[in-house]
């Protein structure tokens, strides 16, 4: 999993940070609406940033394994 930021420029959203992305790449956006903004307390804080550093490291379960696990046997 990467984070990156990005802007939209002619309805289509462009990497501002980071190298690009892989063409045909499927990605999550969410966008604040006005001047929407949360917070989080310190702890939250470094969870989130602990659990990008993991996977980045690769360690994680991909979206196959998951539903592979998920879907009854038999």
Not at 11 to 21: A, C, N, Q, S, T
Not at 37 to 56: G, H, N, R, V
Not at 66 to 72: D, I, N, S
């Amino acid at each position: 999993m990467r984070v990156t930021t990005g802007r939209v420029e002619d309805g289509k959203i462009v990497v501002v940070e980071g190298p690009p992305l892989e063409e045909g790449i499927e990605v999550t956006i969410t966008a604040p609406e006005g001047d929407e903004t949360f917070e989080l307390c310190e702890e939250d804080e470094a969870e989130i940033l602990a659990a990008i550093d993991q996977a980045e490291r690769g360690e994680f379960v991909n979206s196959e394994e998951v539903l592979r696990k998920l879907r009854p046997r038999g």
